[in-house]
Nanobody
Framework: QVQLVESGGGLVQAGGSLRLSCAAS????????VGWFRQAPGKEREFVSF?????????DYAESVQGRFTISRDNAKNTVYLQMNSLKPEDTAAYYC???????????????????WGQGTQVTVSS
């Protein structure tokens, strides 16, 4: 199993940007798909984005972040990034990264597909 640590969260004004990092240790990171999920107070955890370890690192995004967020990975650094631009107050949430050996895209949107999770990093967007 891989261990994950998120960083990069913080307080930002609407329209601003943040870059979250998900650093991994413990196993060969390049053979893991990595997803980002978020959870706002009183709401269920929701899918944000994933990057697949097969299919040439194919990516997918929730409709709510499409065109504003970009996921990428640097296997040499065992790190996955989530670049978040044009942030909105509704993006406020705790953001979690998760890892899985799965590679079927239809599964990678589901939190239950992932068996390693980070502790989360808080993103707060003020209006």
């Amino acid at each position: 199993q891989v261990q994950l640590v998120e960083s990069g969260g913080g307080l930002v004004q609407a329209g601003g940007s943040l870059r979250l990092s998900c650093a991994a240790s413990g196993r060969t990171f390049s053979t893991y798909s990595v997803g980002w999920f978020r959870q706002a107070p009183g709401k269920e955890r929701e899918f944000v984005s994933f990057i697949n370890w097969v299919s040439d690192d194919s990516t997918d995004y929730a409709e709510s972040v499409q065109g504003r967020f970009t996921i990428s990975r640097d296997n040499a650094k065992n790190t996955v990034y989530l670049q978040m631009n044009s942030l909105k107050p509704e993006d406020t949430a705790a953001y979690y990264c998760a890892a899985s050996n799965a590679f079927k895209s239809r599964l990678l949107r589901l939190s239950g597909t992932y068996n390693s999770w980070g502790q989360g990093t808080q993103v707060t967007v003020s209006s």
